[in-house]
Structures are given as structure tokens and as C-alpha cells.
């Protein structure tokens, strides 16, 4: 059980768009820590998407975006295209473990 | 560009310890306001952080694990390491390592598949 909870999967056709949630507690999201997200691609290694709730590192195209309200946290991919499918990964700092975590990923399918 | 590169065992057997380093190249594991981290996926699950270390030698693990978990820094080499101890079949996992600050993970290594199985 992911201390960050995320919807398994998530799907859309090409050219439209998705959200990908984040809940968290009082002890990380909604103490006010930061929200990244990372997208996996199929055999490789998690790749920074969004960092400091809505934040995209350089190269990372206007496509994506990232919001934050409460405890919850959220990921929007619009103008859906075939090469964003895969798994994506919110985490953030839990004070109560002193910890990084994690969110359990979602796939994103594209139909 | 930091790149980090992990090696070490691919197959390690049940009650050993498991030992993989990070080599950091293109910048210093000294400068900066870093942590250097391991975090492990098992195949077909998500992501689990595993702890880091300051160039310090500070240290923070994840309480799931932290009494087997032990991070060490060799600046001289330009390197981390992870060091896990009484492994069993559930810390089978792909092992990467990455470049922690600001909150979070901005580089990462390519990730190396330790298998634990007699």
C-alpha cells in the first residue's frame, strides 16, 4: 500500500486529454511539500516530468502540466499522442516516515 | 550532464548481502547542495525509495528497511554505494541509482536487475 495513492490505469484516445490524480495526507502533500512526477517508458528508468507541483524540466514539452490543491495532487497530458504511453509516478516527502514516497504509478494507455 | 551507472551482482543468494555501487560522471558527487539515493522497483510493481547519503556522509533511510540498509560515499571515486543485508526472494528488484535535491529525483541511473535465488 503506496503511501501516495494513484488510479492504476488510465487511458484516451490521441489528441485528447487525461488527469492523473495524487492523494496524499496531512503528512506530505497537505503539509505543503513539493509534488514531482515521473514518467517510465517501457524498459527504462523513471524520467523527471514535473517537479515543485508544476514545474517542467527543460525539454519536457508544454503538453504536460501539474497542479496541486489540498492533499491532492493532479498530472494533465493533453494533446494525447502514441509515445505517451507508460507508467507514471507522483512522490513527494512524508515527515511522519522522514521519507521519500511514492505513489503506486499509473498506466497510461492510448487507445 | 551528471550520468550515474550502477554495477554490481546480478544474482545474489537468500540471507547474503547484496552490494551495488553508483558511479557519478560529468560533475563532482561533491558540489552542490545533492543527496545521492537508491530506490528499487520489483518486476511489474512501482517504485520504492531506499535511502540516500550527503556527500557528508549524512544519511536517511526508508523505515522499512533500515535495518538492513546501508549507504556509504566515496568522493575520491566519484562514487555511492548500497549495501543490503539478509536479502530474500522479495528483494528481487531493478536497483537504480539517482541524483536527489530540491525534493526530488532529476537524474538517474539505468537501473541493474539483482535477482536473489540459491
Known amino acids: 500500500q503506496s503511501v501516495l495513492t494513484q488510479p492504476p490505469s488510465v487511458s484516451g484516445a490521441p489528441g485528447q486529454r487525461v488527469t492523473i490524480s495524487c492523494t496524499g495526507s496531512?503528512?506530505?502533500?497537505?503539509?505543503?511539500?513539493?509534488v514531482h512526477w515521473y514518467q517510465q517508458l517501457p524498459g527504462t528508468a523513471p524520467k523527471l516530468l514535473i517537479y515543485?507541483?508544476?514545474n517542467r524540466p527543460s525539454g519536457v514539452p508544454d503538453r504536460f502540466s501539474g497542479s496541486k490543491s489540498g492533499t491532492s495532487a493532479s498530472l494533465a497530458i493533453t494533446g494525447l499522442q502514441a509515445e505517451d504511453e507508460a507508467d507514471y509516478y507522483c512522490?513527494?516527502?512524508?515527515?511522519?516516515?522522514?521519507?521519500?514516497?511514492f505513489g503506486g504509478g499509473t498506466k497510461l494507455t492510448v487507445l | 550532464q551528471v550520468q550515474l551507472q550502477e554495477s554490481g551482482p546480478g544474482l545474489v543468494k537468500p540471507s547474503q548481502t547484496l552490494s551495488l555501487t553508483c558511479t557519478v560522471s560529468?560533475?563532482?558527487?561533491?558540489?552542490?547542495?545533492?543527496?545521492w539515493s537508491w530506490i528499487r522497483q520489483p518486476a511489474g510493481k512501482g517504485l520504492e525509495w531506499i535511502g540516500r547519503?550527503?556527500?557528508?556522509?549524512?544519511?536517511n533511510y526508508n523505515p522499512s528497511l533500515k535495518s538492513r540498509v546501508t549507504i556509504s560515499v566515496d568522493t575520491s571515486k566519484n562514487q555511492f554505494s548500497l549495501r543490503l543485508s539478509s536479502v530474500t526472494a522479495a528483494d528481487t528488484a531493478v536497483y537504480y541509482c539517482?541524483?536527489?535535491?530540491?525534493?526530488?529525483?532529476?537524474?538517474w541511473g539505468q537501473g541493474t536487475l539483482v535477482t536473489v535465488s540459491s
Open positions: 539517482a541524483k536527489f535535491g530540491g525534493g526530488y529525483f532529476d537524474y
Open positions: 512522490q513527494s516527502y512524508d515527515s511522519s516516515l522522514n521519507a521519500s514516497v
Open positions: 496531512s503528512s506530505n502533500i497537505g503539509a505543503g511539500y513539493g
Open positions: 560529468g560533475g563532482s558527487i561533491s558540489s552542490g547542495n545533492y543527496y
Open positions: 515543485g507541483n508544476s
Open positions: 547519503i550527503y556527500t557528508s556522509g549524512s544519511t
